[in-house]
């Protein structure tokens, strides 16, 4: 995919620029069709001499020369920044957001019911490395060819779905957002438990991510049960067996339930 439109990325933090090095990695956009924005002139100047893209401190200025605006401030900034690019905004234009906890509805209404198209997006930390997952909630002015247009953007980071009922994002936001972080908790113990076991430090820690990671990407690639691969590897007396004995004594498969519940509750309330 090509993108033709120019696109103006709000906030050149970490996910900010991680969508610009991806969307111009995988060739999908000039450098020139670009425009960051950050509050910082110098940080403004550091992206542009690594990126080669129109950068600024100017919201107004970038938002005018776009045709898709990308929201990648802090979520406590979101109100001020549609202020002041809600005069440059039209219908010929679309508003994707990836700040944390902040509805399309609330953003339309700031936008002061201008029917400008919004699409919510929740990308994880593994977009870093474009092995990401993106979950998409259009508003209710997006239109086919804007979502489209999104879901081509967000596949340059890594695995992309859609939901239609946004009050789903806070799940995701506890599960896709905040999954990551779980994962290398049980990456960090699984690596601790190699080391008390005799095992190096460093060669403990690539035999626990790269389980994990192969666990997970048999999982995405066979389409079979979570359970069913763990019988595979389950031998009847064997050693996984007792391994998962532990697990269960200790409350695994509990605790991460208990840990979704509770970030999902914490997400709803971020988000009122």
Request: glycine share 8%; hydrophobic share 45%; aromatic share 4%.
């Given at each position: 995919?090509?993108?033709?439109?120019?696109?103006?990325?709000?906030?050149?933090?970490?996910?900010?620029?991680?969508?610009?090095?991806?969307?111009?990695?995988?060739?999908?956009?000039?450098?020139?069709?670009?425009?960051?924005?950050?509050v910082?002139?110098?940080?403004?100047?550091?992206?542009?001499?690594?990126?080669?893209?129109?950068?600024?401190?100017?919201?107004?200025?970038?938002?005018?020369?776009?045709?898709?605006?990308?929201?990648?401030?802090?979520?406590?900034?979101?109100?001020?920044?549609?202020?002041?690019?809600?005069?440059?905004?039209?219908?010929?234009?679309?508003?994707?957001?990836?700040a944390?906890?902040?509805?399309?509805?609330?953003?339309?209404?700031?936008?002061?019911?201008?029917?400008?198209?919004?699409?919510?997006?929740?990308?994880?930390?593994?977009?870093?490395?474009n092995?990401?997952?993106?979950?998409?909630?259009?508003?209710?002015?997006?239109?086919?060819?804007q979502?489209?247009?999104?879901?081509?953007?967000?596949?340059?980071?890594?695995?992309?779905?859609?939901?239609?009922?946004?009050?789903?994002?806070?799940?995701?936001?506890?599960?896709?957002?905040?999954?990551?972080?779980?994962?290398?908790?049980?990456?960090?113990?699984?690596?601790?438990?190699?080391?008390?076991?005799?095992?190096?430090?460093?060669?403990?820690?690539?035999?626990?991510?790269?389980?994990?990671?192969?666990?997970?990407?048999?999982?995405?690639?066979?389409?079979?049960?979570?359970?069913?691969?763990?019988?595979?590897?389950?031998?009847?007396?064997?050693?996984?067996?007792?391994?998962?004995?532990e697990?269960?004594?200790?409350?695994?498969?509990?605790?991460?339930?208990?840990?979704?519940?509770?970030?999902?509750?914490?997400?709803?309330?971020?988000?009122?």
């Open positions: 995919m090509k993108i033709k439109q120019n696109i103006a990325v709000i906030g050149v933090g970490k996910m900010g620029t991680t969508l610009i090095e991806s969307l111009l990695k995988n060739q999908v956009i000039n450098p020139s069709q670009i425009y960051g924005t950050t910082q002139e110098v940080h403004a100047n550091r992206i542009k001499e690594k990126y080669q893209i129109n950068t600024g401190t100017d919201n107004m200025a970038a938002v005018s020369k776009s045709d898709i605006i990308v929201l990648a401030v802090k979520p406590q900034m979101i109100p001020q920044v549609l202020k002041q690019i809600a005069p440059a905004l039209s219908k010929e234009k679309f508003v994707i957001s990836i944390a906890a902040i509805r399309t509805t609330f953003i339309e209404e700031q936008l002061n019911n201008k029917n400008i198209s919004v699409i919510r997006a929740m990308p994880n930390i593994a977009s870093l490395v092995e990401g997952m993106t979950v998409l909630c259009p508003g209710k002015f997006v239109e086919r060819e979502l489209e247009l999104t879901l081509g953007i967000f596949r340059c980071l890594g695995k992309v779905e859609t939901i239609y009922r946004e009050e789903l994002m806070d799940v995701v936001t506890a599960l896709s957002g905040s999954g990551p972080a779980y994962s290398y908790m049980m990456i960090e113990s699984l690596t601790d438990g190699g080391v008390r076991m005799g095992l190096p430090r460093e060669l403990a820690r690539k035999l626990a991510a790269q389980s994990v990671l192969g666990g997970a990407k048999m999982v995405l690639e066979t389409g079979l049960h979570p359970a069913l691969l763990k019988d595979e590897v389950t031998t009847p007396a064997g050693v996984t067996i007792d391994g998962l004995m697990l269960e004594d200790g409350g695994f498969r509990v605790a991460l339930i208990k840990a979704i519940d509770r970030a999902t509750h914490k997400s709803k309330q971020i988000s009122q």
